[in-house]
């Protein structure tokens, strides 16, 4: 077990360097293809948090191996001469030390995360269940899914007290609507907003938005991992409000609504 608990906490650490690397890469990417289309930057994004997983899961796996996997490594540099390296090894001793606090502090925290999500899961798949639907908007919504190539039923459910839609589920997908909206907006601009949640159902969105919530969890700690997944999220409204503006033929209705 203090094998264990060494090799993920030398993996937390060391990510902190490896996150900032990719951030800054993505960031760097972003920037340069920041007149392409949403697509592109949306897949050097999902890439970049793909990577925030898979560096540091193959490093434990490394250690895990490693008869020496209680050891930092090379974190500070050996190398380093004099005082430097006098720093080098007091920082190292010290993260060894409290190692076994820092793999506690991460695991109570990625505990509450993942908790929430649970909770979050579980009050839609409640609501999906136990909330009325509308007859008339199931129609049209079943409408709009033909047109964009969603075979699957697609169910609609109003909500009282939501903010805005909310898509969810991939097998039997849903679309929570604000029951305000249905008597409160104009009926041309609702079904534009359905539009563009069927997009997301078109393009399994909420499999990727479930992966980004189980990075998110596990590497809560560092700012690039909300920075990736918050473009990400940026990008993938971009795409299906292209995808719903393409479908319905008005930009402005939709831009409107």
């Given at each position: 077990s203090a094998h264990l608990v060494a090799s993920i906490g030398w993996t937390l650490i060391h990510f902190l360097w490896q996150g900032a690397l990719i951030g800054g890469a993505v960031a760097l990417a972003l920037f340069?293809?920041?007149?392409?289309?949403?697509?592109?930057?949306?897949?050097?994004?999902c890439t970049g948090l793909f990577l925030c997983l898979a560096l540091p899961a193959a490093g434990l796996v490394l250690r895990l191996q490693d008869a020496g996997a209680s050891q930092s490594g090379i974190l500070f540099g050996a190398a380093a001469p004099g005082a430097s390296l006098a720093q080098g090894l007091f920082w190292?001793?010290?993260?060894?030390?409290?190692?076994?606090?820092?793999?506690?502090?991460?695991?109570?925290?990625?505990?509450?995360?993942?908790?929430?999500?649970?909770?979050?899961?579980?009050?839609?798949?409640?609501?999906?269940?136990?909330?009325?639907?509308?007859?008339?908007?199931?129609?049209?919504?079943?409408?709009?899914?033909?047109?964009?190539?969603?075979?699957?039923p697609v169910r609609l459910r109003l909500v009282n007290g939501l903010a805005s839609p909310v898509t969810a589920g991939w097998w039997r997908p849903v679309v929570l609507v604000p029951a305000s909206l249905v008597t409160g907006m104009p009926a041309h601009l609702l079904?534009?907003?359905?539009?563009?949640?069927?997009?997301?159902?078109?393009?399994?969105?909420y499999l990727v938005n479930l992966a980004q919530n189980v990075v998110e969890t596990l590497l809560f700690y560092h700012p690039a991992v909300w920075w990736i997944s918050g473009r990400i999220r940026t990008e993938r409204e971009h795409i299906a409000d292209d995808i719903a503006a393409r479908q319905l033929g008005e930009p402005r209705r939709l831009a409107l609504a």
């Open positions: 340069a293809m920041r007149k392409t289309r949403a697509e592109h930057r949306y897949t050097v994004a190292e001793t010290l993260l060894r030390d409290h190692i076994a606090w820092i793999v506690a502090c991460w695991a109570a925290c990625a505990l509450a995360l993942a908790l929430r999500m649970a909770l979050g899961l579980a009050w839609i798949r409640r609501a999906a269940a136990s909330e009325r639907g509308d007859a008339i908007w199931q129609a049209r919504l079943d409408r709009l899914a033909s047109q964009c190539g969603v075979e699957r079904e534009a907003l359905l539009a563009h949640e069927v997009a997301h159902i078109r393009r399994h969105d």
